[in-house]
C-alpha cells in the first residue's frame, strides 16, 4: 500500500476497527514510513485531547449564563458561544500539536506503553526468526540508523524466537521477541533522540532508573543504556517482569 491509500484508513486503523488483514497491510506500511507514523501520532494525540476536553463539566457560571441568555431570547447567541469555545480550543491544540515547540522534549510514557503493547498483542510475523539474536543484529544493518545490539542486553532463561522492523511512536525500532517461562516478551530498541521518557511509576534496578506501565492486562519497563531506549513488554507480572531486567547483564562493547 502507498502512503495515499493508507491515509484513508487511519481513522479507522486508530479505532481499532479494521479487519485483521488490512490492518497488517496498514500496519507493515507505518513500519516502514515516518511520514505516515507521525501522521498517526498527530491524530491520536488529538484525539485523546479531544476525549479529554470532552469529559470536563461546564462551569457552574456558564450554565447560569446560558439560561439567562435563553431567558431573554438570546438563545441563539449562547448557543453560537458555547460551540465556538470548544471548536477554537480542538484548532488551538491542532497549531500545537501539528507546530510543536521546538523546546517540547518531553515524551509521556502512557504513549510509549500503548504504542509497545500494540504492537506486543498483534503477534506479527517475524522477518528475521531465531534462536541465535547476532543475526537479528546483522539484519538490522542499513534497515535503521541506529546499531541493534541484542546482546547488550542479555535476558537470563530468555529464548530468542525473531525480529521485525517496527517504530514506537515516530522512531524507528527494533523490534525482538523472546519467551521466557512460556510467556511472549517483546523487547523494542529504540533511538528516542534524547527524548525524555516521563511519567510512569519510576523504580532503581541497579544503575538503571525503570519506567514502569501497564495497558490492557500488558506491563512494560522502559529504561536507557547510552543513547538507546529498551522497552520490554509481556504479561509476566510486573515483580517478574523487573527480575528479569535486574538478573539481565549488560555487556559493554
Known sequence: MNCKEVNKYLDAYIDEELEAGLMLKVEEHL???????????????????????????????????????????????????????????????????????????????????????????????????????????SWFRGKVDFPVRPSRLNLKKAHFQGARLSNVQSHQAAHMTYTVDGHRVTVMIFNPNRTLITGGQPRNIGSKEVRLGRRNGFNVAVFFEGDMAYAISSDLPQERLVRLIADSSIAQH
Do not use: W
Request: aromatic share 2%; proline share 7%.
Open 31 to 137: 513500519e516502514s514510513c515516518q511520514g505516515c507514523g507521525s501522521v498517526v501520532l498527530v491524530k491520536r494525540k488529538l484525539k485523546r485531547s479531544l476525549s479529554e476536553l470532552g469529559k470536563t463539566p461546564a462551569p457552574d457560571h456558564l450554565r447560569r449564563n446560558i439560561v439567562s441568555l435563553s431567558r431573554r431570547r438570546q438563545r441563539g447567541r449562547a448557543l453560537l458561544t458555547y460551540a465556538a469555545a470548544p471548536l477554537a480550543a480542538a484548532a488551538a491544540l491542532v497549531i500545537i500539536l501539528v507546530f510543536p515547540s521546538e523546546q517540547q522534549s518531553d515524551q509521556p510514557l502512557a504513549e510509549v506503553v500503548e504504542d509497545v503493547v500494540n504492537r506486543h498483542v498483534r503477534e506479527l510475523p517475524m522477518e528475521v526468526q531465531g534462536p541465535d539474536p547476532a543475526l537479528a543484529a
